[in-house]
């Protein structure tokens, strides 16, 4: 993509009210643009990342073989008073139409996907599914002052499992760990990222969240290093150490939570009266999980971890773009050309391979001006062209993680 195109351009100023980082270096560098506190408009650097982590998530989800559904975001009034949450939830959004109507707008899908899958469980023979979607969520976050890590409209992935007994739930339970420490691994926050034992409410001892790491973080969890596991402090009252190895000598430190699993059991079945017949033909309730993901919240907390003085460091595995190719043009009409058409043809040669590109071709812009707004937006590898690197009949190529940048004859561009 040619950046002279881009509609979006990096910016200086910022809202006042932006106090997070992660929101002022995305709303900077032209990732996102804020419409009120909580509320955001990925734009196309933004959306890039975001369609890279979506497809990241999905490749997960399918391989332990959930089906891909999309539900609405608009809910029957009548399905959340059956769980009694219309009233409990004090962050649900309820819009009352002229009418007089009420619905609510989803912050979760319980009061959805448990209706339909009554629709079409009737028999053991039925288990075990999990359905999962990639989808907005509403919530009435009062304190929405984290910039994208604390949407009141955001993006979520959210499963749900179904199974015949606990047993079947506990198999599954298991093995989205391994996929949850596989998504979190991709997106580059495998370093800073802890299974966290969180409370799991009235149905299970623990429920486990996944805690980066960073001062950005609302949550404070206490880190076992022999394990690589956590506990929240607001479960930590009678629990003073690991639950996996003893350890008393845990370290305390702010984090945010990622994401979550929580084995749901039968607290949305039984409302609903979701259940099967059995190999005997006797009924019982069928059992669930649920496991989330906060794709903003992940982007945001990718940009909070990774981030430096100078700007954004994507993650190759979700970047924008794989390359930012820089072009410097000269006052020298001759060598400028040959310095443009260079460029040109490398970024021809790229799009050609279906290299990820973004192309610095900005016309006008000075040296000084194109490398800080490269560093900024963060593309993990930089190519530059310029008249300097020209008399080597070379490139420059520098790492957005790196200090140290090496010329890179042309014809050995090995891309
Ligand atoms: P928190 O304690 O941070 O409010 P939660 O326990 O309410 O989170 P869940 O209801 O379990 O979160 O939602 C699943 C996932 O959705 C979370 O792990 C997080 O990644 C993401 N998430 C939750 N609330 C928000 C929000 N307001 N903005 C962005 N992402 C969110
Ligand atoms: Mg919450």
Not at 281 to 298: A, H, N, Q, S, T
Not at 326 to 351: C, F, P
Request: proline share 3%; with cysteine; aromatic share 8%.
């Amino acid at each position: 993509m040619r950046q002279s195109k881009l509609f979006t351009k990096t910016q200086k100023d910022l809202p006042k009210d932006e106090v997070s980082k992660n929101a002022q270096l995305l709303i900077r560098a032209g990732f996102v643009d804020k419409l009120q506190a909580g509320v955001y408009t990925y734009l196309p650097l933004g959306f890039r990342v975001l369609k890279k982590i979506e497809k990241l998530i999905r490749e997960e989800m399918e391989g332990v073989g959930a089906q891909e559904i999309l539900m609405p975001s608009l809910h029957p009034k009548e399905n959340w008073e059956k769980t009694g949450r219309w009233e409990s939830m004090d962050d649900l959004y309820k819009v009352k139409d002229s009418s007089g109507r009420e619905n609510a707008l989803g912050l979760t899908h319980e009061e959805v996907v448990v209706p339909l899958a009554k629709k079409f469980i009737s028999s053991y023979k039925d288990l075990p599914f999990s359905v999962f979607q990639i989808q907005n969520k509403f919530r009435m976050e009062l304190r929405a002052k984290s910039g994208i890590l604390r949407g009141r409209e955001f993006i979520m992935k959210d499963l749900y499992s179904f199974h015949k007994d606990e047993a079947d739930l506990k198999e599954f339970y298991e093995k989205m760990k391994g996929v949850y420490k596989t998504v979190f691994e991709k997106a580059g926050l495998g370093d800073n990222t802890y299974l966290t034992f969180a409370s799991g409410g009235s149905f299970s001892k623990y429920s486990h969240e996944y805690q980066t790491v960073t001062p950005a973080g609302e949550d404070i969890i206490y880190i076992c290093e022999k394990c690589r596991i956590a506990l929240n402090k607001e479960i930590i009252e009678d629990q003073k150490e690991c639950p996996e190895c003893g350890n008393k000598d845990l370290k305390e430190e702010k984090a945010i939570e990622v994401g979550n699993i929580f084995e749901l059991k039968t607290k949305f079945s039984v409302p609903f009266e979701l259940r099967y017949k059995d190999e005997n033909g006797e009924e019982k309730p069928v059992i669930m999980g649920c496991y989330g993901i906060g794709l903003g919240r992940l982007l945001g907390t990718v940009v909070e971890v990774l981030s430096d003085e100078n700007g954004i460091v994507w993650p190759e595995n979700i970047a924008p773009f794989s390359y930012h190719l820089v072009v410097l043009g000269s006052r020298d009409e001759d060598a400028d050309k040959k310095i443009k058409d260079t460029a040109e043809k490398i970024y021809n040669d790229m799009q050609e391979k279906g290299i990820d590109v973004l192309y610095d071709d900005r016309e006008k812009v000075s040296f000084g001006e194109k490398i800080k707004d490269s560093d900024l937006i963060g593309i993990p590898t930089r190519i530059l062209v310029s008249e300097k690197t020209l008399k080597e009949n070379s490139v420059e190529v520098k790492k957005r993680s790196e200090k140290e940048s090496r010329l890179v004859k042309i014809d050995e561009l090995d891309l």
